[in-house]
């Protein structure tokens, strides 16, 4: 069910139950952190292998210490500069945080969402929110709450509506080494920014075979429509029922997706899972995307591109 009662998300989740819940970059999938069995069932319904772990969503740098058991210097920079926002650090866990929500790994996953509903979600409850993304694994973000609804409407017993999300990409994913920050993925927080801030920064690429960093798994964010990235405009004599999704160009073509009319990135990055999630449901033959320029959150967006094309 899709609702804006805030009590009643909150009563669920202390009772072990999960809600979606909107934030800026995507509607995540919440249940608590600190209860085994309610992080069970995000994997299950999300059908999500084990070995991909989970965010941990706090409701302010306050709280950090209660999860985490240091802080390099950069980080703390990073977290007064970018918290609330869409940030996640990978930072040393203590071990309060169950194993089922890092996999094992010694680091754990954290941030502060800046959207309202959840930062006062958050500040309601006195456990931390474990929130993947609310599709199925390796299916296209949601960025309403009908778009949960659609996929895992009859899973979940609420969803809270926040409206669309207003970033509308995942959160940036930074862990260190030394001092150095290293992005494990592109996202909300542009590489230019965190640059401004620390310094040059390292860029770990997609792969295939790092189970300890499955947020890098290549294909992902994928449509079930065969998707395709054009070079230079359509591969000459495309025809058919086809889509097209375009940063600002119009393509004369059955169904074409204009990310943004005046080419700007962060309305194309805010509409980017939308239209792919429209076209997806066209029943189409295939649908073609242009790369859109690298800067700012376009680096992002064509992160997701990349990775939609990676099965076809
Ligand atoms: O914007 C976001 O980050 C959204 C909203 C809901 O907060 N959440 C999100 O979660 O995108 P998810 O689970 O779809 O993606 C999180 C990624 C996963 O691919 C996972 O592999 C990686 O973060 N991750 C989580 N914990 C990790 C850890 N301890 N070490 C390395 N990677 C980790
Ligand atoms: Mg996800």
Request: glycine fraction near 8%; charged fraction near 20%; proline fraction near 9%.
């Amino acid at each position: 069910m899709i609702g804006t009662d805030i009590l009643h998300a909150a009563a669920l989740l202390r009772s072990g139950k999960l809600v979606a819940i909107p934030t800026e970059t995507v509607y995540g999938l919440a249940g608590n952190a600190l209860d085994e069995a309610a992080v069970l069932e995000i994997y299950r319904v999300k059908a999500r292998p084990e070995f991909d772990p989970l965010i941990i969503h706090i409701p302010d740098v306050a709280v950090l210490t209660h999860y985490v058991a240091e802080i390099p210097a950069t980080a703390e920079r990073l977290a007064h500069a970018f918290w609330p926002g869409p940030l996640t650090l990978l930072l040393p866990r203590k071990p309060i945080i169950p194993d089922l929500v890092t996999s094992g790994l010694d680091h754990v996953a954290v941030r502060v969402p800046e959207h309202l509903i959840a930062r006062e979600l958050l500040q309601m409850l006195d456990f931390p929110l474990a929130a993947p993304s609310a599709n199925p694994f390796g299916y296209i973000s949601p960025t309403t709450a009908q778009h949960v609804e659609a996929q895992l409407g009859d899973k979940i017993p609420y969803i809270l509506d926040g409206g669309p999300c207003q970033v509308g990409m995942e959160s940036t994913i930074v862990g260190f080494d030394g001092a150095t920050p290293v992005i494990y993925r592109k996202g909300g927080i542009p590489i230019e920014a965190i640059e401004a801030l620390c310094g040059r920064v390292k860029v770990m690429p997609h792969s295939t075979s790092q189970p300890t960093a499955p947020g890098m798994l290549k294909s992902h964010y994928a449509p079930l429509t065969p998707f395709f990235l054009m070079k230079n405009g359509l591969p000459e004599g495309t025809r058919g029922n086809i889509g097209v999704i375009s940063l600002m160009r119009k393509y004369d073509v059955p169904h074409c997706e204009v990310l943004s009319e005046k080419g700007d990135i962060d309305e194309a990055a805010r509409h980017l899972f939308a239209a792919m999630r429209r076209l997806d449901a066209l029943g189409l033959e295939a649908i073609y995307a242009e790369l859109v320029p690298e800067t700012g959150l376009g680096s992002a967006i064509n992160d997701r591109l990349i990775r939609a094309a990676a099965n076809g």
